[in-house]
């Protein structure tokens, strides 16, 4: 069993900064994959971003360039870098992992991210 916590969400002006944290109750090395995704109403929750356990990172097209995906295998812990913060950035951002040994996917409770203009 995998629990994800995420933190960091909040209120920002477009082009403006948030950072999120998800923290895992697992070692990361024990996960082959963690990502980020953002649900919107009336969307399909989308795949934001993704890094591997050996460190190998994958973004949406539309935030490439302006979010950054990172590990910390000390702490356990994943975050999302969010710079240059668009009007179709908002949503619910929920941290997944994919545990190396079954393959289930695991998720975390959400948090919100709101684009102001």
């Known amino acids: 069993q995998v629990q994800l916590v995420e933190s960091g969400g909040g209120l920002v002006q477009a082009g403006g900064s948030l950072r999120l944290s998800c923290a895992a109750s697992v070692s990361l090395f024990s996960i082959n994959v963690m990502g980020w995704y953002r649900q919107t109403p009336g969307k399909q929750r989308e795949m934001v971003a993704t890094?591997?356990?050996?460190?190998?990172?994958g973004y949406a097209d539309s935030v490439k360039g302006r979010f950054t995906i990172s590990s910390d295998n000390a702490k356990n812990t994943v975050a999302l870098q969010l710079n240059s913060l668009k009007s179709e950035d908002p949503g619910i951002y929920y941290c997944?992992?994919?545990?190396?040994?079954?393959?289930?996917?695991?998720w975390g409770q959400g948090t919100q991210v709101t684009v102001s203009s």
């Open positions: 890094i591997t356990r050996g460190g190998g990172a």
């Open positions: 997944a992992a994919r545990d190396g040994g079954t393959g289930r996917d695991y």
